[in-house]
C-alpha cells in the first residue's frame, strides 16, 4: 500500500495534520491526453481546505509520470496491452503459436465474461496502491472500478458525471449496453452525485431516482490580466492582425461534430476588419484549411493551434465576440454548458451561441450570451455580424459579463464542493 505523497512524491507542501481536514481523496479519470480543467480545479480546491488529493488519470499515456502540482499529486500510466493475471501461465507455454492462442483467447474471456477486463484489472491495480477516505470519480467509464474500490474500503463513492456518456456515437455498441449497465448498477451507490448543469441532473434524476446531487458548473477562474488593451494586442499579434481589427474566436477542441464547418463558412460575410481566429487543436482542422482555401477566405481565418492553459484566459479576453456553434446533434449536445463558455465571461467577452437550453437560461439570468439559429452559414453569418454592428449592445453585454463574473466563478463553485465534502464526512 502507498500512503500518499509520501511514499512516492515526499512529503506535502505544508502541515495540514492539524486541521479539520486531512482525510485522503482518490480521483479517478479516464482522460488520456490533457487533464480535464475541472478535474484539477476540483483537486486544487480539496488540496487548498487540507485534503490529500491524489489524481490518476490517464492509463494510456505516451509514458509514465508522477508529480505533484499546488498540492495535487497526479499519477499518469502506461498500459502495456496485456493482463498481469496470465503472464506466468503464458511463460509456461513454450509454442509461440499457442502462446499467442492462449493470449487471445483470455483477453476475449475477460472482456465478455469477468467483471473486469484487462485493462481494467490494470486501472484497478493501480488505484488500489492509494487507499482513500473518499473515491471520487470522474465519469462513467470508471464507475465500476470507483465502486469496488469504495466497497473495499468502506469509503463514500462521489461519481461526478462531466456529461452522459454513453451517447456518444463513437462509442461501439455493446460498450454502449455496458457502459449503461454499469450506470443503473452503481450511481444510486453513490453518496454524492455531481454533475454539470441542471438539465443534465434532471436527466440523470429521471433515469436513476432520486440521486443526493450537487450541481457543480464549468466555471473558469477569474482572467489574471484585467489589461484588456495589452490582451488585444498580444491576440492579435498573435493571429499576424493589425491593431484595429476585431477578432471573432471560438477556442476549444476542434471536432467535426461541433459546427465549426458552417462556423468557417460564415466569415465569407464578416466585414472587412473583422476575422475569425481559432484557438485549439484537432484532426479536423485540416478540414477546415481546406474548406477555408475552398471559399476563398484562406486570409480571413486564423489558426493558433494549442495554448497553453494558463495562457487561455488572457487570449481570450482580447477577443471583441466569442462564437460556440454546437449543434443539438445528439443529447450532450442539447444539454451541453462548455467549458469555453465560462472563460468567454471571466474574460469580459460577450458571446453568441445556438439556441440550446444552457444558452437560454444564461441570457435571462445574465444578460452575457446571445443565442441565435446557428445552423447554417449564413444564419450565422447574420448573427455575429449583428452583434459586431451593434456597439451599444456589444457594451452591454460586456458589462453583463463583468457582473457576471462573480457568481460565475470557480471560486463560488468550489465552495460548494467544500461544503459537500464536509456533509459527506460529517
Known amino acids: ?16 495534520s492539524s486541521g479539520p481536514v486531512s482525510r485522503r481523496i482518490l480521483m479517478l479519470s479516464p482522460d488520456c491526453h490533457v487533464i480535464d480543467r475541472r478535474i484539477l480545479q476540483e483537486a486544487r480546491s480539496l488540496a487548498r481546505e487540507g485534503y490529500r488529493v491524489a489524481v490518476l488519470s490517464g492509463f494510456e499515456c505516451s509514458e509514465e509520470e508522477h508529480y505533484t502540482e499546488q498540492g495535487v499529486e497526479v499519477h499518469r500510466y502506461q498500459y502495456d496491452w496485456d493482463d498481469e493475471r496470465i503472464k506466468g501461465v503464458r511463460t509456461r507455454i513454450r509454442n509461440e503459436r499457442l502462446r ?31 487507499r482513500a477516505d473518499i473515491v471520487h470519480v470522474h465519469d462513467l467509464p470508471f464507475l465500476r472500478i470507483a465502486a469496488r474500490l469504495a466497497a473495499a474500503w468502506d469509503a463514500p463513492l462521489v461519481f461526478d458525471a462531466h456529461e452522459i456518456y454513453y451517447v456518444h456515437h463513437s462509442i461501439p455498441r455493446g460498450r454502449r449496453k455496458r457502459l449503461i449497465r454499469d450506470e443503473r448498477r452503481f450511481a444510486k451507490r453513490a453518496s454524492l452525485f455531481i454533475t454539470v448543469n441542471d438539465a443534465i441532473a434532471e436527466f440523470f434524476c429521471r433515469m436513476h431516482g432520486n440521486l443526493n446531487y450537487l450541481v457543480l458548473m464549468n466555471c473558469a477562474d477569474g482572467c489574471r490580466d484585467p489589461d484588456r ?13 493589425a491593431e484595429g481589427d476585431r477578432i471573432v474566436l471560438y477556442q476549444g477542441w476542434i471536432a467535426s461534430e461541433r459546427n465549426l464547418d458552417t462556423l468557417v463558412r460564415s466569415a465569407a460575410g464578416f466585414p472587412s476588419d473583422a476575422y475569425l481566429v481559432v484557438i485549439g487543436y484537432g484532426e479536423h482542422q485540416k478540414d477546415l484549411e481546406r474548406i477555408a482555401e475552398e471559399e ?10 494549442r495554448i497553453e492553459p494558463d495562457r487561455i484566459m488572457s487570449l481570450t479576453r482580447g477577443a471583441d465576440l466569442g462564437v460556440i456553434p454546437y449543434q443539438p446533434v445528439d443529447l450532450n449536445h442539447e444539454l451541453c454548458s462548455p467549458n469555453k463558455f465560462f472563460e468567454f465571461v471571466q474574460a469580459g467577452v460577450p458571446v453568441v ?6 444558452f437560454r437560461n444564461m441570457k435571462a439570468q445574465y444578460g452575457v450570451v446571445e443565442t441565435a439559429d446557428l445552423s447554417n452559414p449564413s444564419r450565422m453569418t447574420a448573427a455575429i455580424v449583428g452583434l459586431l454592428e451593434d456597439a451599444e449592445r456589444l457594451a452591454e453585454m460586456r458589462d453583463a459579463c463583468e457582473r457576471a463574473a462573480g457568481p460565475l466563478s470557480w471560486e463560488t463553485e468550489s465552495r460548494k ?10
Open 1 to 16: 500500500m502507498i500512503d500518499f505523497v509520501t511514499a512516492t512524491l515526499g512529503s506535502p507542501s505544508g502541515d495540514h
Open 296 to 305: 476563398g477566405i484562406g486570409d480571413r481565418v486564423r489558426f493558433l493551434g
Open 417 to 426: 464542493l467544500v461544503r459537500a465534502y464536509r456533509a459527506l464526512l460529517a
Open 229 to 241: 488593451a495589452a490582451c488585444r494586442a498580444e491576440l492579435r499579434r498573435m493571429a499576424r492582425l
Open 353 to 358: 451561441a445556438h439556441d440550446l437550453v444552457f
Open 100 to 130: 499467442l492462442a492462449f493470449h487471445r483467447l483470455f483477453m476475449a474471456f475477460a472482456r465478455r465474461c469477468l467483471e473486469f477486463n484487462s485493462f481494467e484489472t490494470f486501472i484497478l491495480s493501480k488505484a488500489k496502491q492509494f
